[in-house]
């Protein structure tokens, strides 16, 4: 039996008996076919060009419509056999769904009343060997849709426009920054020493140094560095890997916002942070109360400021200073403690507890213990808990920020205890190059990061990151 792909190799060769190139050549003064589309009052009756790949194909053997898709949308074409000139219809004879073509035509209405290029001529682009999905818009299986995205997008428009939709978020997300005073930078994705956040780094290994080096999991001291080296108000959006679990909300290798402004502190991040979040919704969401899943999210500001020991009483109805309840509540949640230490067990309690009803609006909860951020300012008037705050809305943390750490004394008491008694340390070892920085003398700072791909999950309506990777990590294929 004769494959598809079998057959779309023959119509390679005889295309080439015919002196048609199957994989054609530039082919420039193309229109994006929504400009066609939106300006067809003015451009009917007048030539047009277009190019893009065949998503419809309906041969009537002298004539055939098809229907062209570029990036911007899907316009109908009408290739006639005494219109095209003989050659041309030779090859047409060869094309087909999955092809890339680039026509030019007259615009106007067929009989039903459907706007169409009557094409004048027709150039082969792009010989496709193998088929689109089965059913146009029919590709449904997750596992397909996410390992070939390619064939998601081309296959289900809307997924397209979220990853549009999603640049266009990063960009006005840099442009608000900048236009701010913030500079973006670039810092290094392997480190010596795994820092700036509580995860579990990826270990590589470099071969002409001989010596292993981590994927970064943050991007906050180096940017620290520079901040006091003189770039007072700095920021990085880059790539950051944890080796940690994967589902709804977490994927091993994602976008991170993290920046920092020298001489603020956590009033300046939460004005930053609820100003900013709330312009994007309105600009790409189109208001501050949005969609997700069968939900209203309210991003509204002023944003709520809650207790992060509050709402363990209000929510949990326990403190945070007896382990063996901490243990208990989670043994109710099906969760077994087994060798957790005190944060751990405080911070595990507070998600299974107190995130769920961090959905609607958008609140910044203030106050965690402090052994949970070691590069925190401690609050002066609440000895044992951080000048802090992480921001939630659907039941997940969005991002978080602090009044920065700057006494190079206490940093380094601080990193010691981490690197004594922290798993997730994995050298051991004190970052002193970041020390030797801050003893060259730190400015006041509030610092602030954010999960690019949550923010977009929000602004987009898509409750699962997977939705908003373009490429999320998979299990292997069988």
Not at 311 to 316: D, F, M
């Amino acid at each position: 039996m004769v494959t598809e792909r079998e057959e779309r190799l023959k119509h390679v060769d005889e295309l080439r008996a015919l002196k048609v190139d199957p994989y054609g050549k530039r082919f420039d003064g193309a229109s994006a076919v929504q400009s066609i589309v939106d300006g067809f009052a003015s451009l009917e009756t007048k030539a047009v060009t277009v190019a893009g790949r065949i998503v419809r194909h309906n041969n009537f053997g002298k004539a055939t419509f098809v229907h062209l898709q570029d990036s911007t949308g899907r316009i109908q074409a009408y290739v006639k056999k005494d219109a095209v000139g003989d050659a041309a219809h030779a090859m047409w004879q060869h094309v087909g769904l999955g092809d890339f073509i680039g026509v030019t035509g007259t615009l106007g209405k067929s009989k039903t009343g459907e706007m169409t290029i009557f094409a004048t001529a027709v150039t082969l682009l792009s010989k496709a060997l193998l088929p689109l999905p089965e059913k146009f818009h029919g590709l449904t299986d997750a596992e397909t849709r996410y390992r070939q995205r390619y064939l998601d997008m081309i296959s289900n428009r809307e997924v397209l426009e979220t990853f549009l939709k999603r640049s266009r978020i990063i960009s006005s997300l840099r442009r608000r920054l900048d236009d701010r005073g913030y500079v973006e930078v670039e810092t290094p994705t392997m480190h010596a020493i795994a820092g700036g956040a509580h995860a579990r780094p990826f270990v590589t290994h470099h071969n002409t140094l001989n010596r292993d080096l981590f994927m970064r999991i943050a991007l906050e001291i180096p940017l620290k560095k520079l901040m006091l080296g003189g770039i007072e108000k700095v920021y990085e959006i880059g790539r950051v890997y944890r080796n940690e679990g994967v589902d709804t909300n977490h994927n091993p290798e994602f976008t991170l916002l993290e920046l920092y402004h020298a001489y603020g502190d956590l009033r300046t991040m939460m004005e930053l942070v609820e100003t900013v979040v709330s312009d994007l919704a309105k600009e790409v969401a189109g208001g501050t109360k949005i969609p997700y899943g069968e939900r209203t999210l309210d991003l509204t500001p002023p944003w709520p400021r809650e207790d992060y020991v509050g709402l363990l009483q209000k929510h949990a109805g326990v403190g945070i200073g007896d382990l063996d309840v901490l243990r208990a509540k989670l043994r109710e949640k099906h969760i077994e403690p087994g060798g957790m230490q005190r944060i751990d067990l405080i911070d595990k309690v507070f998600s299974e507890y107190c995130e769920p009803h961090l959905y609607e609006r958008a609140t910044f909860v203030c106050g965690q213990p402090l052994e949970m951020t070691p590069l925190c300012r401690e609050l002066p008037d609440r000895p044992g808990f951080a000048d802090r705050f992480e921001g939630f809305v659907a039941g997940m943390e969005l991002g978080n920020a602090y009044t920065e750490l700057n006494d190079p004394i206490v940093q380094r008491r601080r990193l010691l205890d981490q690197a004594g008694g922290d798993a997730m340390a994995q050298t051991g070892k004190l970052d002193e190059d970041f020390l030797t920085a801050m003893e060259h003398g730190m400015q006041p700072a509030g610092g602030f990061g954010m999960g690019i791909d949550r923010l977009v999950m929000l602004l987009t309506n898509k409750p699962n990151i997977r939705e908003i990777i373009l490429f999320p990590l998979l299990r292997e294929e069988a």
